[in-house]
């Protein structure tokens, strides 16, 4: 009666990573229990969660270097892979609530989440690029577009290109206060995507930092996002609670790879009861001020829930 904070599978979003071809499961060394999934696995796997409740996913898309050029332009090829799955989950699983991921980063040969010229992110070269991304994949049918990439005046460039193309209804999730962490490794592990030479400070926010995230917060809120993200979440809880007391956006975070690898190594090990430890950390995030969290323990969460 008197619980102050509640968690629902209504507030969490499960991450799911994507391969071509057919057949293929392959698990996550960095990350147990996670696996790429090829698009009639990946269907299979969607159709299980929604069974036990787990009704939103994030996609992210694993490409061969093959297909990755300075520009990105497999990320709007009619022939991506990552498009192609997101109108068969929306035709066959209608319900379903997808979000995408829009940044260079899985798609460019520089592995930088911008357009790279003499060895520097160019901000304005990359916003056409995200652009045709985003505009792609609401054509494909997605929910809500998820830029990750950090780039200034990216959430306006884009809203206007779904509005001026009819799209006015495909929400935008903004990565507001992405951190230049630590915690990523697992998940560049997954999509083989970490840079080909230096890092991602000068677009990533400096960790140091707190209220430099209410003027992203403020730019892209003004630029039309819908939603406001923090990432990572554990090491920002007074970041998510900032931007929860200073905007009436809806506030997300993202409970991200090396923090579900942290708690999984721990359990393995036998230091940590994982089945009390992971939905108090959940809970931890909601009671920060997160209404949604995306986490790759949505699953495992719902089948805790079922066993009761």
Same mark, same amino acid.
């Given at each position: 009666?008197?619980?102050?904070?509640?968690?629902?599978?209504?507030?969490?979003?499960?991450?799911?990573?994507?391969?071509?071809?057919?057949?293929?499961?392959?698990?996550?060394?960095?990350?147990?229990?996670?696996?790429?999934?090829?698009?009639?696995?990946?269907?299979?796997?969607?159709?299980?969660?929604?069974?036990?409740?787990?009704?939103?996913?994030?996609?992210?898309?694993?490409?061969?270097?093959?297909?990755?050029?300075?520009?990105?332009?497999?990320?709007?090829?009619?022939?991506?892979?990552?498009?192609?799955?997101?109108?068969?989950?929306?035709?066959?699983?209608?319900?379903?609530?997808?979000?995408?991921?829009?940044?260079?980063?899985?798609?460019?040969?520089? @592995?930088?989440? @911008?357009?790279?010229?003499? @060895?520097?992110?160019?901000?304005?070269?990359?916003?056409?690029?995200?652009?045709?991304?985003? &505009?792609? $994949?609401?054509?494909? @049918?997605?929910?809500?577009? +998820?830029?990750?990439?950090?780039?200034?005046?990216?959430?306006?460039?884009?809203?206007?290109?779904?509005?001026? $193309?009819?799209?006015?209804?495909?929400?935008?999730?903004?990565?507001?206060?992405?951190?230049?962490?630590?915690?990523? +490794?697992?998940?560049?592990?997954?999509?083989?995507?970490?840079?080909?030479?230096?890092?991602?400070?000068?677009?990533?926010?400096?960790?140091?930092?707190?209220?430099?995230?209410?003027?992203?917060?403020? =730019?892209?809120?003004?630029? +039309?996002?819908?939603?406001?993200?923090?990432?990572?979440?554990?090491?920002? &809880?007074?970041?998510?609670?900032?931007?929860?007391?200073?905007?009436?956006?809806?506030?997300?975070?993202?409970?991200?790879?090396?923090?579900?690898?942290? =708690?999984?190594?721990?359990?393995?090990?036998?230091?940590?009861?994982?089945?009390?430890?992971?939905?108090?950390?959940?809970?931890?995030?909601?009671?920060?001020?997160?209404?949604?969290?995306?986490?790759?323990?949505?699953?495992?969460?719902?089948? &805790? &829930?079922?066993?009761?």
């Amino acid at each position: 009666m008197v619980r102050e904070t509640s968690l629902s599978l209504d507030n969490l979003i499960f991450p799911l990573f994507l391969v071509d071809g057919a057949g293929k499961k392959i698990p996550i060394d960095s990350m147990p229990g996670i696996f790429r999934f090829s698009e009639d696995l990946l269907l299979q796997e969607v159709e299980d969660c929604l069974k036990l409740g787990v009704k939103s996913f994030v996609l992210f898309p694993a490409v061969e270097n093959a297909l990755k050029n300075k520009e990105a332009t497999y990320s709007y090829s009619s022939s991506n892979f990552y498009l192609r799955t997101i109108r068969e989950i929306k035709k066959r699983f209608p319900e379903s609530c997808i979000m995408s991921d829009v940044a260079m980063d899985p798609y460019s040969s520089d @592995g930088h989440d @911008g357009y790279v010229e003499n @060895g520097k992110i160019d901000n304005d070269k990359t916003l056409p690029i995200l652009g045709k991304m985003a &505009l792609a $994949q609401a054509e494909a @049918g997605i929910d809500i577009i +998820g830029p990750s990439d950090m780039m200034d005046g990216r959430i306006g460039h884009i809203r206007t290109v779904l509005d001026e $193309q009819g799209y006015s209804d495909t929400s935008i999730m903004s990565y507001t206060a992405k951190y230049a962490s630590a915690w990523y +490794g697992p998940f560049r592990d997954a999509l083989d995507s970490a840079p080909k030479f230096g890092d991602k400070k000068t677009y990533q926010m400096d960790p140091a930092n707190k209220n430099e995230a209410l003027i992203e917060a403020g =730019l892209d809120e003004s630029e +039309g996002a819908d939603f406001l993200m923090v990432k990572p979440a554990l090491c920002y &809880l007074d970041v998510i609670h900032l931007l929860k007391e200073h905007s009436t956006l809806p506030i997300t975070a993202y409970n991200v790879s090396g923090e579900f690898a942290m =708690l999984k190594a721990a359990a393995e090990r036998g230091w940590i009861d994982y089945n009390r430890a992971m939905p108090e950390m959940l809970t931890s995030i909601r009671r920060a001020g997160a209404d949604i969290i995306l986490t790759y323990f949505a699953k495992e969460y719902a089948l &805790l &829930l079922k066993q009761g």
